[in-house]
């Protein structure tokens, strides 16, 4: 049997890269009879068919390490958030928005700043700082000057990464100048899976290296807050993980408690950037006033 790793699937057809190219299998009935329905990302080993055509039989799927929901797609090992530091100018109430629905998934969080060749006051030096500071792994990158992609290359590596990041801020850009043709092979692929007959948006992987992918999804481009839990919202602020716990307060959400007694609230403005805390107060409000809304 031949191993791979599922890139798409659509129509009852999944679509395997492997070693050998891409194959059109169909999986085995027992995984319906099991009530396993096979996603994409998910490895496996699949029987072929007919070499010719590239088409063959899925018969198993590997244990999952990790299963999403939005977009569904097994075993991605981390988001890289890409966001421009100019044109379009950077957000840093969306970024931070990305970032909780990554850390809600228990995703490896890259953060990739782009377009800093036409950055003339370096505003990325700043929110680098912030970012690091707050204990992310953080790329300043122009995806023009090929400035970076090397270094983003290797975070990549032997991976599955979700790319994700408002639109404008030269994601694909960034993932041409990972791999140059990559677009052209991405095209290459859906015509020949897709065939005309489907029209619905599917999540992808599009294959980097042998052990490489990035996901391309419409799943996670939506910052909808309705799903994060407020009283676990602190868990994502990954700088204020050293004094949760720590504060006098039981339950202590760190926002109308006198700071003598908060211990995060006793750090923005030194550990913490008030900044990301002003956010956090933010989002964690209205999330609960979303919640009162629908009562």
């Keep these: 049997m031949l191993e791979g790793t599922i890139i798409k699937g659509i129509g009852g057809f999944y679509y395997i890269a492997s070693k050998d190219g891409v194959y059109e299998c169909r999986a085995r009935g027992k995984f319906r009879k099991e009530g396993i329905k096979p996603a994409v990302g998910d490895h496996v080993l699949i029987s072929v068919i007919d070499e010719k055509n590239k088409k063959g039989s899925l018969d198993v799927i590997d244990e999952r390490k990790s299963m999403l929901a939005r977009p569904r797609v097994s075993n991605i090992d981390q988001a890289v958030i890409v966001f421009a530091s100019v044109s379009p100018d950077f957000n840093p109430d969306i970024m931070d928005r990305f970032i909780v629905l990554a850390e809600q998934q228990k995703l490896g969080i ?58 404008g801020v030269g994601k694909s850009s960034v993932l ?8 052209a092979q991405v095209g290459e692929i859906s015509r020949k899976i897709e065939r005309g007959r489907h029209t619905t948006r599917q999540s992808e992987l599009i294959r980097i290296d042998d052990d490489t992918f990035i996901v391309d999804s419409p799943g996670f481009t939506s910052l909808d807050m309705k799903g994060v839990d407020p009283e676990k919202l602190d868990e994502y602020f990954r700088e204020f993980a050293p004094y949760l716990g720590k504060c006098r307060y039981n339950g202590c959400r760190h926002i109308n408690e006198d700071s003598r007694y908060c211990e995060v609230k006793a750090h923005v403005g030194d550990d913490i950037s008030e900044s990301r805390y002003r956010r956090y107060v933010d989002i964690y409000n209205e999330i609960l006033d979303e919640r009162k809304r629908m009562k």
């Design 176 to 183: 041409n100048a990972i791999k140059p043709d990559v677009m």
């Design 110 to 167: 890259v953060i990739c700043i782009n377009k800093i060749d036409i950055d003339a006051d370096e505003k990325y030096r700043e929110i680098c700082g912030i970012y690091e500071k707050a204990g992310f792994d953080i790329i300043a990158v122009s995806a023009v000057d090929n400035f970076g992609i090397e270094e983003l290359r290797e975070k990549l590596k032997g991976k599955i990464s979700v790319l994700a990041g408002p639109s």
